[in-house]
C-alpha cells in the first residue's frame, strides 16, 4: 500500500531533551516535506527536499533541523525542543516539486513539550 | 503577499444545502490552487485542485470556481452531506513553495 508513515504518532516530552520524529514514504517521491498544524494557524511549512542531500527552509524552520540521506526517509530533528514547539507535525511527499503534483501526508505526530 | 486567505473559519450547514468556502491570494506567481479534505485523526488528503487558465472544476459534487483577476478561487459542495463534515484547507502553490489558508471547520447538520 502506498503510504507516508511517522513515528511516533504521539509524544511527550520536556524542554531540551533532543528529540527525532521519522518519516518514510514507499512512493518512490523526491520531494517530501514537514508541516506543523496549530488551531487557527492553518499548516505552516518548515522543511523540505527536493531530493537527496537537498534541503531548504519552509516558513517556520525556527527550532528545527531536517536531513534527507536516503530517498524514502525524511527525519525532522529538534535539538532543544520548547513549549512553543507543541504542536500536530505532518510529513508530506510527492513525486516532484511541479504544480500538479499531489502531496500524500502522513497520519500526524502530536508531540507534546512540557 | 504569500498568503492565502482562507474564509470563513467555520460554517454550518444543513444536510443538501450548498457549502462554500472562499480563498484569497496576492503573489500572481501561484499557479496551482489544491483543496484539502482533513478528518479528525487524519492527515489532510487532496480533494480537488486546479490552475489558473481554467475558471471551473467539477468532480462529483465538489467544484472550484476560480477568478484570475480578483485573485481569487472557491470551493462549492453541492448536496452537502454529515459524510463531507471536515476541516479545508486552501492552498498556492508557486514551483517548491506551498501556502496553505488557515482552514475552515465545515459541519453539516444532519
Known amino acids: 500500500e502506498a503510504q507516508v508513515t511517522q513515528n511516533p504518532r504521539y509524544l511527550i516530552t520536556v524542554t531540551g531533551k533532543k528529540l527525532t520524529v521519522t518519516c518514510s514514504q514507499n512512493?518512490?517521491?523526491?520531494?517530501m516535506s514537514w508541516y506543523r498544524q496549530d488551531p487557527g494557524l492553518g499548516l505552516r511549512q518548515i522543511y523540505y527536499?527536493?531530493?537527496?542531500?537537498?534541503?531548504d527552509k519552509g516558513d517556520v524552520p525556527e527550532g528545527y533541523k531536517v536531513s534527507r540521506k536516503e530517498k524514502r526517509n525524511f527525519p525532522l530533528i529538534l535539538e532543544s525542543p520548547s513549549p512553543n514547539q507543541t504542536s500536530l507535525y505532518f510529513c508530506?511527499?510527492?513525486f516532484g516539486a511541479g504544480s500538479s503534483s499531489e502531496q500524500f501526508f502522513g497520519p500526524g505526530t502530536r508531540l507534546t513539550v512540557l | 503577499q504569500q498568503q492565502v486567505k482562507q474564509s470563513p473559519q467555520s460554517l454550518i450547514v444543513q444536510k443538501g444545502g450548498i457549502s462554500i468556502i472562499n480563498c484569497a491570494y496576492e503573489?500572481?506567481?501561484?499557479?496551482?490552487f489544491p483543496w484539502y479534505q482533513q478528518f479528525p485523526g487524519k492527515g489532510p488528503a487532496l480533494l480537488i485542485a486546479?490552475?489558473?487558465?481554467?475558471s471551473e472544476k467539477k468532480e462529483g459534487r465538489f467544484t472550484i470556481s476560480f477568478n484570475k483577476s480578483a485573485k481569487q478561487f472557491s470551493l462549492h459542495i453541492m448536496d452537502s452531506q454529515p459524510g463531507d463534515s471536515a476541516t479545508y484547507f486552501c492552498?498556492?502553490?508557486?514551483?517548491?513553495?506551498?501556502?496553505f489558508g488557515k482552514g475552515t471547520r465545515l459541519h453539516i447538520l444532519p
Open positions: 512512493m518512490n517521491h523526491e520531494y
Open positions: 527536499s527536493m531530493n537527496v542531500e537537498v534541503t
Open positions: 486546479i490552475r489558473p487558465d481554467v
Open positions: 503573489n500572481t506567481a501561484f499557479d496551482y
Open positions: 508530506a511527499s510527492s
Open positions: 492552498a498556492a502553490r508557486a514551483g517548491d513553495k506551498i501556502i
